[in-house]
């Protein structure tokens, strides 16, 4: 199991060449919940696709490490195998692609031939994992994510992320979209996650912190990580707004 | 088709292998009366035939080569053989059949299929019919399964009331072609309410360098009765041309039902130039499954003709259009009765620089009140080289009609791509992903085996576009 992940002074541009991430530090440990907020447009959705390996960027200076090596460089599917999961804010459509074979075939990628799934008991164990998630019909049956309301895409993010089992996780908006109960749901599988994980959760809202209890809150304005602090710098943010605290000079 | 695992990985192109040629007889080169005649005389035809032919090359050498289309200028008939037979003899036993064909039957895994889910199997090499067996139980009942040439011998009142009825010599230049040097090819006949649920299959393989495969399929099944029927077309790579040009005729009585799987891999030397049609009587139904992965220059528009009222027609056609390749496919509906329906889906991939069109019509004649047609075509581009096309023709003579088209053009998205790289899988297992998923709604119509068989090929093909 991987002990850290480190983002090393990072500066990344767009392909079009406009600056967004000016400059991110951040050190996650496993078994740490970090939790990165800020206005929109301030770059969190970038740092987060960067760290997985979005080729629409270019990183013009740092570096990203997982236990010292350097992934900067690596394709998403490399950083993958090292432990990287991004559960993304807007999952895509994959039509004619069935949600069961396809996770699957990713389960076995890291696997050895003795030790990977076979069909059955995999689809076994993703109806066993999506019975905490509640969803309405069988997951196992349908295609990724092609027709799935919104509060099932980011549950089927989630039910990915348990069947993966990442040493780093970086879920990007999780409970944007989603009503009270699948709230619930999402944050009590991601408390109850059966494996060592640094958790990264990219949120706008107080609610989720509510379950996750953050050890550290990051502040991300403008391509920079201006504030870092425990779990009252969200309680201070969701009762004062961002405007109101470091708008104060 | 094929069944069997391969362990070829590099080579895209699993079955370009090719066995030392060894004919029992074979035209030279090009084609004239002297050949056409050779090839009746052979094959000791009855006069009628021989004036078929000979009638049919005539019209041959008038007709124009299409003006739509693919490039065919650079199709040399001159240095093509037309009749090229490997052996004497038929087989309805493996065990009898000589051991460089057997090899390659096995290779492509026919006898395996035969033994465990097919009720019979036709296997075609060069120009003729090398082996052909029906199981016991369906003879009984009065099923026909074997090559043309026996059928124009034992049952010459039966091929002589359909040949040519369905797809007129005279229809196109190779539909002409086909007539004068046809050789080989399937015959089936199914009694009134006989229903053979499990698939008939012919396997046509082209092994000698620069010959020409002209099979003949004549399919007619009576009233009430049910048939599939499928088959696989694989042939080596060669530097030079080779040419298939065959005709397909089915007939689908009053509520009897037809489908006919095709699935076409031939090597990149080949040109498939193919007529294809399906007539259905009243409340009959017809269905065209029609995969193409292989050739060079592939045109072949599989028409359905609803001439009882109620029937009932589909096609779903699939092509993938890869380096050098120039799919021109798609399917024809002709309405001629009332309340009849077709649906026509078609699905293209091109990649690596290749060409896929889809070429449709649908015609709905006057009378044919009541009548619906839906057209659906989907085209995926895996880079920007590669091309795709949509000609779809609407001739609609009546007013109470029902006519809908969709078309699409996707390209595979770099998002889609990151989603699935970011699970762990690689480009080439993303891209085979998103692929399979495309053709889906299409593999999920074809016998398990088949299904698996095609997605593999699908795989193969990717691991040698990207890696």
């Known amino acids: 199991m991987k002990k850290s992940l480190v983002i090393e002074n990072l500066y990344v541009k767009s392909v079009d060449g406009k600056e967004i991430l000016k400059g991110i530090s951040l050190i996650i440990k496993q078994n740490e919940i970090h939790a990165l907020m800020g206005p929109n447009g301030g770059g969190k959705s970038t740092l987060a696709q960067v760290i997985m390996g979005h080729p629409g960027f270019v990183i ?27 559960g993304f804010q807007y999952p895509i459509e994959v039509p004619g692609v069935n949600f069961a074979n396809f996770l699957r075939m990713a389960a076995n990628e890291n696997k ?22 509640v969803f309405s019909e069988d997951i196992t049956k349908r295609f990724l994510n092609e027709g799935f309301s919104g509060g099932e895409k980011k549950k089927a993010e989630i039910l990915q992320m348990t069947l993966l089992k990442p040493s780093f996780a970086i879920l990007d908006e999780p409970d944007s979209g989603l009503d009270v109960d699948a709230l619930k749901y999402i944050s009590k599988t991601i408390m109850n996650l059966d494996f060592p994980v640094g958790l990264v959760v990219i949120t706008h809202y107080q609610r989720i912190l ?13 391509g920079k990580i201006i504030k870092s602090g425990g779990a009252d710098l969200a309680e201070a943010i969701e009762k004062n707004g961002y405007e109101k605290i470091f708008n104060k000079k | 088709m094929v069944m069997k695992k391969s362990s070829i990985k590099n080579n895209s192109y699993t079955y370009g292998f090719h066995k030392p040629e060894k004919s029992s007889f074979k035209t030279p080169l090009g084609i004239n009366q002297k050949v056409v005649e050779a090839i009746s005389n052979y094959k000791n035809e009855p006069l009628w035939m021989k004036e078929f032919r000979l009638k049919a090359l005539k019209i041959f050498k008038q007709k124009k080569i299409p003006s739509f289309g693919p490039d065919l200028s650079k199709l040399n008939f001159d240095k093509l053989c037309f009749y090229n037979s490997p052996s004497n003899n038929k087989f309805r036993k493996w065990a009898d059949v000589p051991k460089d064909i ?16 097919l009720a019979g199997v036709e296997a075609q090499y060069d120009s003729e019919v090398i082996y052909s067996n029906l199981k016991n139980h369906w003879e009984k009942l009065g099923v026909i399964f074997t090559d043309m040439d026996t059928a124009v011998k034992k049952y010459p009142e039966l091929v002589r009331k359909y040949l040519g009825t369905l797809v007129p010599v005279d229809d196109n230049k190779f539909s002409a072609l086909n007539s004068a040097v046809w050789s080989g090819g399937s015959f089936i006949y199914v009694p009134k309410g006989v229903s053979v649920p499990i698939p008939l299959q012919a396997y046509f393989r082209i092994n000698a360098k620069a010959v020409g495969q002209f099979e003949r399929t004549i399919i007619v099944v009576e009233e009430g009765s049910f048939v599939h029927y499928i088959e696989g077309c694989s042939a080596p790579i060669y530097t030079n041309d080779s040419l298939h040009a065959a005709v397909v005729e089915v007939f689908v009585k009053k509520g009897a039902r037809v489908r006919y799987t095709s699935i076409q891999n031939w090597s990149g030397s080949v040109y498939n130039l193919v007529t294809k049609r399906m007539q259905i009587e009243e409340n009959g139904i017809g269905e065209w499954i029609d ?46 009765a009332p309340n009849t329906t077709s649906t026509l889906i078609s699905k293209s991939v091109s990649r690596s620089g290749g060409r896929a069109s889809y070429r449709g019509l649908v015609k709905i004649a006057k009378g044919a009140k009541g009548s619906k047609s839906h057209v659906r075509c989907d085209a995926l581009l895996l880079d920007d080289k590669s091309r795709s096309d949509t000609y779809p023709v609407n001739d609609i003579q009546e007013q109470d009609v029902t006519l809908g088209h969709e078309a699409s053009v996707s390209k595979v998205g770099e998002q889609q791509l990151f989603y699935l790289m970011s699970r762990g899988l690689n480009e080439t297992q993303a891209t085979s992903l998103i692929v399979n998923g495309f053709i889906e709604p299409i593999v999920k119509e074809l016998p398990l085996e088949y299904a698996v068989e095609l997605n593999r090929l699908i795989n193969l093909s990717m ?4 890696a």
């Open chain 1, 60 to 86: 013009t200076k740092g570096k990203i490490l997982v236990d010292g090596k350097n992934i900067t460089k690596l394709s998403p599917d490399k950083r993958a195998k090292l432990g990287i999961f991004l």
């Open chain 2, 102 to 117: 057997l090899d390659t039957y096995n290779k492509i895994g026919v006898p395996e299929a035969e033994k465990k889910f």
């Open chain 1, 112 to 133: 050895t031939k003795n030790e990977k799934f076979s069909p059955i008991a995999f689809r076994n164990l993703v109806k066993e994992k999506a019975a905490k998630l």
């Open chain 1, 210 to 222: 509510h379950y996750l209890k953050p050890d550290f809150v990051h502040v991300l304005i403008n």
């Open chain 2, 463 to 466: 691991e040698g576009a990207i």
């Open chain 2, 291 to 336: 995969g193409n992965l292989g050739s060079k220059v592939n045109m072949k528009y599989p028409a359905l003709v609803l001439k009882g009222k109620g029937a009932r027609g589909e096609l779903l056609s699939l092509a993938y259009a890869g380096k050098n390749q120039y799919q021109d496919t798609g399917g024809k509906a002709i309405h001629l």
